[in-house]
């Protein structure tokens, strides 16, 4: 059963021998009300600041991939740099051998 806070400051009873105080029972919906109220404010507030976080954290998450794939290519990079130079160093070891033989 879904309640509302307006179903609860509309609700009345009927009035029974020996019933309950109709004020007090009045106040005391009123009360119930108010703080339900609230509790459905806050719900929709947190669930505000959850998509709000949730978009923040989908963000860092896109960045984060996107510098790993960065770095991978930064480190693709300098091995290729280094294989070359490598292989330009052999050639010119090789070519000095030649010309001191």
């Known amino acids: 059963m879904n309640v509302s806070p307006l179903d609860l400051r509309t609700q009345r009873f009927r009035v029974a021998f020996r019933g309950f105080d109709r004020v007090e029972v009045a106040a005391f919906m009123a009360a119930v ?9 806050e719900t929709d507030r947190l669930r505000q600041d959850l998509a709000r976080v949730d978009g923040v954290l989908s963000e860092a998450s896109r960045a984060g991939e996107h510098l790993r794939n960065t770095l991978l290519t930064v ?24 010309a001191r033989a």
Do not use: M
């Not at 009300?33 to 404010?41: G, S, T, V």
């Not at 693709?76 to 051998?97: C, P, Q, T, V």
């Open 33 to 41: 009300a108010e703080d339900y109220e609230e509790a459905l404010r």
């Open 75 to 98: 480190q693709k990079l300098s091995d290729d740099i280094r294989a070359n130079a490598g292989e330009k160093l052999a050639g010119l070891s090789g070519r000095r051998r030649g």
